[in-house]
């Protein structure tokens, strides 16, 4: 039922990690045949280690559901460069920033979670998050750290200090200021 295929397709090869927009930094275990409703589908088997997750992923499926080989250092380091920056709170209802945030985390662009991680983070200093704000902020993080580590080939552990590295480089906010007051 389940055949071997070379393993290589569309730019993917076995044994590669790739990024999957609804779940992250996963590894590319085998490129399978299998028959499914009496068709022969052909699979990227992906296997997302953290989360114990096997997805199986037709070939023909990969640029509709945003799968995409890891970033480009010159990315990651963009990346690492936007959560030094000021973070930029909108003045809208939480729920309304909280689709987005939701929305920018499964975009799988690792800009736009880093810009989440940014603008989510909060120092020793600061008023402590929600419940949602910091379940968001540990999902942009997770997401952002394994595809550094993945890239910059180091452990969670020490992607997760370089991203905490740099936002301790970030401009502290004021008590005074109103983003801020509006966010607690």
């Keep these: 039922m389940v055949a071997k295929k070379p393993v290589q397709r569309l730019g993917f090869k076995t044994g590669e990690y790739i990024v999957y927009p609804a779940h992250g930094v996963g ?3 085998s490129i399978d045949e299998q028959e499914v409703a009496g068709l022969s589908l052909e699979l990227f088997v992906i296997s997302f280690e953290q989360d114990k997750l096997t997805l199986r992923v037709p070939t023909a499926k990969i640029k ?4 995409r080989k890891l970033a480009e250092e010159d990315v990651v380091k963009k990346a690492l460069d936007t959560v030094t920056g000021r973070a930029r709170v909108k003045r809208t209802m939480w729920s ?3 689709q987005e945030y939701e929305a920018k985390i499964n975009s799988g662009d690792l800009i736009a979670i880093s810009e989440v991680v940014r603008d989510l983070y909060r120092s ?3 008023p402590e ?3 949602s704000e910091r379940q968001l902020f540990e999902q942009a993080m997770d997401r952002m750290s394994r595809e550094i580590a993945a890239v910059n080939k180091l452990t969670l552990t020490e992607a997760v200090q370089l991203i905490e590295k740099n936002l301790a480089k970030c401009p502290r906010r004021s008590k005074a200021d109103p983003a801020e007051e509006e966010a607690a």
């Design 27 to 29: 590894l590319i275990t």
């Design 64 to 67: 509709s559901v945003g799968m």
């Design 96 to 98: 309304r920033r909280a």
């Design 124 to 126: 020793d200093d600061q």
């Design 129 to 131: 998050q929600s419940y």
